[in-house]
Nanobody, 125 residues
Framework: QVQLLESGGGLVQAGGSRRLSCAASGRTFSSYSMGWFRQAPGKEREFVAAISWTGSNTYYADSVKGRFTISRDNAKNTVYLQLNSLKPEDTAVYYC??????????????????WGQGTQVTVSS
């Protein structure tokens, strides 16, 4: 079992930055790939970024590439999402997820193993 707890959300102005954290419980955190998804009001949940269990491979949605950075610290059982150059359209609840998936993050219909409760990020214009 892996339990995930996100933090770091809040209100930020357009162009600003924010760092989200996802703390995981469980001894097997380092064996899971980790991902971030987001869901805006009235929209479906969408893939944002993912990182392999070693941290050597990262994947990003085109909409955030070059602005967001995912990283992990296996010693702290934590994965991070650095949000830079934020836009109002980045406003959403951001969710952390853990899965054994190697590639194919964001494939529609895939059921990920574990989810956090989410943290709200609101970007004002």
């Amino acid at each position: 079992q892996v339990q995930l707890l996100e933090s770091g959300g809040g209100l930020v102005q357009a162009g600003g930055s924010r760092r989200l954290s996802c703390a995981a419980s469980g001894r097997t955190f380092s064996s899971y790939s980790m991902g971030w998804f987001r869901q805006a009001p009235g929209k479906e949940r969408e893939f944002v970024a993912a990182i392999s269990w070693t941290g050597s491979n990262t994947y990003y949605a085109d909409s955030v590439k070059g602005r967001f950075t995912i990283s992990r610290d296996n010693a702290k059982n934590t994965v991070y999402l650095q949000l830079n150059s934020l836009k109002p359209e980045d406003t959403a609840v951001y969710y952390c997820t853990a899965d054994k998936l190697v590639t194919g993050w964001g494939t529609p219909g895939y059921e990920y193993d574990y989810w956090g409760q989410g943290t709200q990020v609101t970007v004002s214009s």
